[in-house]
């Protein structure tokens, strides 16, 4: 059985930095490709970093956001910097063992493994 965690939301104000933690136990710890998502209400969820061999970023994300591992305490890790309004959502941590989902790093379908969510609220 997999496990995933995330922690770390929140509310912060625009322009703000956060840091989200997922920790994997169980399962999960045998991933092939891990990252974050995010939806927000009447939204599709939507990929916003992953990491397999090689990182990933969505657009709206990128040069704002990283994704990092620290792999002796099974956590991986979303700096997230510059936040803006346009951020909130619910952040979820997934993973996958299968190939396939490593050619399609940014797709929550191809995803099996998810934690339960974190809340990240940019409001002033």
């Known amino acids: 059985q997999e496990q995933l965690v995330e922690s770390g939301g929140g509310l912060v104000q625009p322009g703000g930095s956060m840091r989200l933690s997922c920790a994997a136990s169980?399962?999960?710890?045998?991933?092939?490709?891990i990252g974050w998502f995010r939806q927000a209400p009447g939204k599709e969820r939507e990929g916003v970093a992953s990491?397999?061999?090689?990182?990933f970023y969505a657009d709206s994300v990128k040069g704002r956001f990283t994704i990092s591992r620290d792999y002796a305490k099974n956590a991986v890790y979303l700096e997230m910097n510059n936040l803006k309004p346009e951020d909130t959502a619910v952040y979820f941590c997934?993973?996958?063992?299968?190939?396939?989902?490593?050619?399609?790093?940014?797709?929550?379908?191809?995803?099996?493994?998810w934690g339960q969510g974190t809340q990240v609220t940019v409001s002033s």
């Open positions: 997934a993973a996958d063992n299968r190939v396939i989902a490593t050619m399609f790093p940014l797709d929550p379908g191809h995803f099996g493994s």
């Open positions: 990491f397999t061999g090689r990182t």
């Open positions: 169980g399962a999960a710890l045998d991933y092939t490709i």
